[in-house]
């Protein structure tokens, strides 16, 4: 499969009287969806419910069965997560006493803020060996499964048997100091062109309005700042690209070795020279901005997105104001695509009008307003960061066809929001073509994000419309601290929602959104990947209501390796998917990693005490049974 086929309809070739034009990622809410489920022949979705008695096989302590009022062949579910027998029924005691160790350990501040230079000086003081050992037995042994895709299969063999699943991780990254990862950064994100004339740039820039936010900025170089939970790729050159892609790969593979069902998760900033996804991203934001204008001028501002159907004769002659082309060509565009049939044209149709093209340099057109004019975002390409482009284009897709192959779930990771755009609209494309079938490809969702109910609700609408399966994991962010500083240091306006709780009612608004469109269709899919258990608790108080059956396998849960495990384990055993996050790697090349989970854990173990209560009852209830040697049995 070529490259061109991972983003059909990126950008359209008119006629010589019509700019190229590349529209806009597609973002908007969607209001309406069917209320009816389809029709089941000889009553096989009734039956469906039937079937869904994993609750008989689950221990009576653990679940609770009550009926459902409006159906009494529907089971409600509910999870114990006090209860610490099912939740560490797969642990032996060193390791609760190592998890109690690491968890009380990252609620000191001095170690947390100095664990890199602690470790660095653990490793000079008793040697690589001794080192290695040690971490073993602690942060490592927490945290990381293994060395390798040999070393972790003990692990993931155990968690099945617990009912827990994997989503494999290769979480090495390079050990750079703060001035080499500004260097690669600022060289990886601004064209060759802008290098050799920054004066002609700096004043393109007054000219055409470019967006400080998708632009580099030296003081925001080291992207691993502010970021606790996210591996940081940079680029160095395209033979590192490859390799890297080979170890995605190598993790796909392994994944479907390992186990059934199975995810592996990838980073687009991976796979090819930023530039292009910064690039891109602020090309799609431009043209929905134009079409924001387009809605406005036919007084239909303010709305939903998906209220905004534009009158097709009114916007024929808008474009034709614009300059875009003349009236002959912009009627041959519509009809040739066969759109507007019914007198208006929606987001949905606007992007479908876009069609394949070799050059890729030619996505990133931008309209000016002011001009009427559709103008390129840089002036120039050169030869090689055109084929940079297509060589990115070309490892995504590599990608997506060995998941497909080796019967494994591809999760993209979502990232900054100016490379968000482009990496959401890149992910939205191999989604439409490899989600025919049934869910290989998931996106991921920032919820902490002010417009992530509208992303989530236009692709789940584009799904609908199209026909493919929507993959969708929901997180709350890992990026906030960074991305407040960046927009308030370089001017523009804060993405993030305001406080916590604004991200909790967004996390819960995209999730239902989602879990009605499981229930109107059987088509959608999430994975509720939040280690909050009031979160948890909604999902399954949700799942009750709409009489979501687990074995259905629609509703999927994630954890880290090494947190939460009240919440995992329980839902393992209580049939429901439910995957940790399985980062792997030598230790020497994983402390980066390590190192943001300290972080992560401070503000996570100060918030709560729940999760090292649970650890000594479990300990304590041992002891007093005499399981002083207590081992898991599977």
């Keep these: 499969m070529s490259y061109t086929k991972v983003i059909p309809g990126l950008v359209r070739a008119n006629s010589d009287n019509i700019k190229r034009i590349c529209l806009s990622q597609v973002r908007f809410r969607s209001t309406v969806a069917s209320k009816q489920r389809k029709e089941v022949e000889g009553g096989k979705e009734e039956q469906q419910l039937v079937e869904c008695s994993v609750v008989k096989a689950v221990q009576a302590d653990l ?209 090819g020279r930023p530039q292009f996804l910064l690039q891109f991203s602020e090309v799609l934001v431009k043209w929905r901005r134009f079409f924001n204008l387009l809605a406005a001028q036919q007084g239909k501002s303010g709305i939903d997105a998906l209220e905004q159907k534009l009158e097709l004769e009114q916007l024929k002659e808008s474009l034709t104001k614009l300059g875009v082309g003349n009236k002959d060509d912009i009627e041959n565009w519509f009809t040739g695509e066969k759109l507007g049939s019914s007198g208006t044209i929606d987001l949905l149709d606007w992007n479908s009008l876009i069609n394949d093209r070799t050059s890729i340099s030619n996505l990133l057109v931008i ?108 997180v709350r962010g890992a990026y906030m601290y960074q991305e407040r500083s960046r927009a308030e240091e370089i001017g523009y306006e804060d993405p993030i929602n305001p406080d916590y709780e604004a991200t909790n009612r967004m996390y819960h608004k995209c999730l239902e959104f989602v879990l009605e469109e499981i229930d109107h269709n059987r088509k959608a899919n999430v994975m509720v990947a939040s280690h909050n258990e009031d979160t948890v608790k909604f999902t399954l108080g949700k799942m009750n209501e709409m009489g979501l059956c687990p074995t259905e396998k629609k509703v999927y849960f994630g954890q880290l390796l090494g947190m939460c495990d009240q919440i995992s384990f329980p839902l393992g055993q209580a049939g429901f998917p439910v995957y940790k996050y399985i980062p792997y790697g030598p230790v020497n090349e994983v402390i980066p990693y390590l190192s943001r989970r300290a972080l992560e854990n401070r503000g996570f173990m100060k918030g709560s005490q729940r999760e090292r209560s649970l650890l000594w009852k479990e300990l304590k209830r041992r002891l007093l049974n005499g399981q002083i040697l207590y081992k898991p049995v599977y």
């Design 63 to 271: 679940i609770s069965q009550t009926k459902n009022n409006t159906d009494a062949q529907t089971r409600k579910i509910a999870i114990d997560f006090d209860n610490t027998h099912e939740a560490y029924k797969s642990k032996d005691n060193i390791e609760l006493l190592r998890s109690l160790l690491v968890f009380k350990l990252c609620t000191f501040d001095f170690l947390v803020d100095k664990n890199k230079e602690l470790m660095d000086l653990s490793k000079k003081v008793f040697g690589k060996r001794l080192f290695e050992r040690l971490m073993k037995m602690t942060f490592y042994g927490q945290f990381v499964a293994g060395e390798d895709h040999n070393s972790i299969k003990p692990l993931i063999h155990k968690n099945q048997a617990f009912g827990v699943g994997s989503v494999l991780d290769y979480s090495v990254e390079e050990d750079l100091t703060q001035e080499e990862a500004e260097k690669k950064e600022m060289d990886s994100c601004v064209s060759e062109a802008e290098k050799e004339s920054p004066g002609v740039y700096l004043l393109m820039e007054c000219v055409d309005h470019r967006e400080k936010k998708y632009k580099a900025h030296r003081q925001f170089g080291d992207r691993r700042g502010g970021v606790v939970s996210a591996r940081t790729y940079f680029y160095a050159d395209e033979a590192k690209c490859d390799a890297q892609m080979e170890t995605f790969l190598n993790c796909i593979k392994a994944s479907g070795g390992a186990s059934v069902d199975g995810f592996s998760a990838v980073k687009m900033t991976a796979l």
């Design 367 to 474: 309209p000016n307003v002011e001009t009427g004019q559709l103008e390129p975002l840089l002036r120039k390409f050169t030869v090689e960061e055109e084929k940079q482009m297509k060589r990115m284009l070309q490892r995504v897709d590599v990608l997506a066809k060995h998941a497909v192959d080796n019967g494994v779930r591809l999760m993209v990771d979502a990232e900054q929001t100016y490379f968000q755009p482009a990496i959401s609209r890149l992910t939205l494309e191999m989604q439409r073509i490899f989600n025919r079938e049934k869910p290989i490809i998931f996106n991921t969702y920032q919820c902490y994000l002010k417009e992530a109910y509208d992303n989530v609700s236009v692709d789940v609408e584009l799904s609908r419309r199209e026909g493919w399966y929507f993959g969708a994991k929901l």
